[in-house]
C-alpha cells in the first residue's frame, strides 16, 4: 500500500502516473486537507482517502508531498504511526532528509525526491538521493515507483537545491520562454493559434534531437546558424539583451529559494 500525503498539484500528477504505471486504485490512500478536494479524488480516481495518521498507518510506503512549510506539522502529526520498516519519499522542495529524520525519530528510512509537472505526461525528470537510513533497496523502490512516469537519477542530495531550481521548475522555464515566442509571431503578424503550433513543434522536435542524437547543444544550434543568416540575427540579439546571463541569475535565484526553504 502507498500513501500520498498531500494530495495537492504534485500529489495528484504522483497519483495518476501510478495508476497508469499500473497501480490498482485500492492499493493508494490519498491525503487532502479539504473535504471537497478529497471527494473530487475520490470520484477522479477511486483511490482510498483518509486522513494522514490513518494513511501513514495503513501503508509500507509514505510520499510526502505537502508544501515545505507544511511539512513540520505533517511530521509531528504522522511521527507516532511511522516504524523503522516504512519507506518515506519526500517531493517537498527543500526539505532536507536530515529535516524528516529528526522529526520521525528512530532510523526510518527517507528518500527524497524532486520531481517535476511532466509526470502528468510520463515524461518527469526526477532525481533522488538517500537519507541516513536508505539503502539499496529503498532506492530501487522508489526507482521503480518513478520510472514508469519517466526518468530518473541518483544525485548527492547536496545537488538536491540545485536540481529543484534547474529540472523541478525546469517546465516552467519552457513555458514562459514559448509564451514569448508566440507573443513574437503575434507581433510578426501570425494568428496565435498558428504560432502555437510552430513554436511548440519546434521546441519538441528540437528537444528530441537533443536526447537522442547525444550531441552538444552548441554542435545543434550551430547547424541551424548560417554566416550572416537569420539565427544569428535573432542570437545576436539574445546576447545583447543578456538572456544567457539572465537564465543563470534565474535559475541560482531558485536555488537560493530553495535553501531558504529549507531552514524555514
Do not use: C, W
Not at 155 to 169: F, H, K, N, R
Amino acid at each position: 500500500m502507498i500513501a500520498i500525503l498531500g494530495t495537492g498539484k504534485m500529489g495528484e500528477a504522483l497519483l495518476s502516473g501510478l495508476l497508469r504505471a499500473g497501480f490498482r486504485p485500492e492499493q493508494i490512500i490519498a491525503t487532502a486537507r479539504r473535504p471537497d478536494r478529497a471527494d473530487a479524488l475520490r470520484e477522479r480516481y477511486g483511490v482510498v482517502v483518509a486522513g494522514n495518521a490513518e494513511a501513514a498507518k495503513g501503508a509500507e510506503t509514505l510520499i510526502l508531498a505537502v508544501k515545505p512549510q507544511d511539512m513540520a506539522a505533517l511530521l509531528a502529526e504522522i511521527a507516532p504511526f511511522v516504524p523503522a520498516d516504512r519507506l518515506v519519499i519526500s517531493v517537498a522542495a527543500g526539505i532536507t532528509t536530515q529535516f524528516v529524520e529528526s522529526r520521525l525519530g528512530g532510523q526510518v528510512p527517507v528518500v527524497r525526491v524532486m520531481s517535476n509537472t511532466p509526470v502528468l505526461v510520463d515524461e518527469a525528470m526526477s532525481v533522488i538521493s538517500a537519507g541516513t537510513y536508505a539503502e539499496e533497496e529503498h532506492l530501487e523502490r522508489t526507482e521503480a515507483l518513478l520510472s514508469p512516469v519517466g526518468k530518473v537519477l541518483r544525485i548527492p542530495e547536496s545537488q538536491q537545491d540545485a536540481a529543484t531550481a534547474l529540472s523541478g521548475s525546469g517546465p516552467a522555464y519552457f513555458f514562459y520562454l514559448v509564451e514569448a515566442m508566440v507573443d513574437a509571431g503575434i507581433l510578426l503578424g501570425m494568428p496565435r493559434a498558428a504560432a502555437l503550433d510552430m513554436v511548440t513543434q519546434s521546441i519538441v522536435g528540437a528537444a528530441i534531437m537533443l536526447r537522442d542524437s547525444g550531441e552538444h547543444p552548441v554542435i545543434l544550434r550551430e547547424a541551424v546558424t548560417s554566416p550572416g543568416g537569420t539565427t544569428i540575427s535573432a542570437i545576436a540579439e539574445l546576447e545583447r539583451h543578456r538572456v544567457r546571463a539572465a537564465f543563470l541569475d534565474a535559475i541560482e535565484a531558485a536555488r537560493d529559494r530553495s535553501r531558504r526553504l529549507a531552514s524555514g
